[in-house]
């Protein structure tokens, strides 16, 4: 199988994600391995899923045994613990275990088991507090993390290290992606552990239901963010696995942000909402922006397709979904 380049010359190179490839994604009732299962079964892959119930990935044993016995070609790791800066705050043990734990078990797992290809999936959060904006991938390790995500950002920081050590002492073909903020069918909308738009789109309705003349929101709105649909997520996903093979971790974004208040004016329209917007500046902000440097993705040809608004809309209406179900 080829795969074509986009712009002159018109290259072609060998794709490095065989037709039908077996592929295992670890966490794929969440947002991202769900997203990422829908687009490989689209694109004909062989999809094989483990759920919680009969096989916990932080038990290293039990998961190389099952990875022996499948012997997949490929390995999107999207499995972890995850949450917004309250849950981060709170459980900051859970959240540097628990994902230390999966990594080293799916990874080592994996490489003995002969999985030729391995994608693990970081987040935008490894970068320093006051890094450069755009932030390019050399940015990491360059500077203080910010301090209510620190658990959960160093252990990504040691997923990256974990497959470039793998790269470089038995040549394996393993690659990590650093996703932006995300979002989409699939996401959790639980107030305690939510990112903050699913937060955002859940507080506006609930206050639209109830008639409330006014919300109050954390912080003061200025911070900047990105946000990608999590199916062009999926989409840059495949493409890595297809045409990426280097030592370098790869930014995933859509290369634009918008300010919090604006992220909250504009959900407030989606969900209909007509009250006051207030912001409680007592609360933290997190970091200030958080735009990724894409080039190296868009160097590959990828573009997301989905734009904020539209995505937010469609997100809106499949929690409403969930929730008459």
Known sequence: MTTDLPGPPRERVPSLLRPGARVFVAGHRGLVGSAVVRRLTADGHEVVTRGRDRLDLRDAERTAAFLRGIRPDAVVLAAARVGGIMANSTYPVQ??????RIQLSVIAGAHAAGTERLLFLGSSCIYPKHA?????????????LE?????YALAKIAGIV???SYRRQYGASYISAMPT????PGDS???ETSHVLPALIRRFHEARESGAPALTLWGSGNPRREFLHVDDLAAACVLLLERYDDDAPVNVGCGDDLTIRELAAMVADVTAYQGETRWDTGKPDGTPRKLL???RLTSLGFAPRI???EGIAETYSWWLRQRAA
């Open 95 to 100: 959240f540097i275990e628990d994902n230390l």
């Open 132 to 144: 450069p904006q755009p932030i390019p991938e050399s940015a990491l390790l360059t500077g203080p």
């Open 147 to 151: 301090p209510t995500n620190e658990a």
């Open 162 to 164: 974990q497959t470039q």
């Open 181 to 184: 903020n995300l979002y989409g």
């Open 189 to 191: 909308f639980d107030l």
């Open 293 to 295: 440097d894409v080039s």
């Open 307 to 309: 734009p904020l608004k």
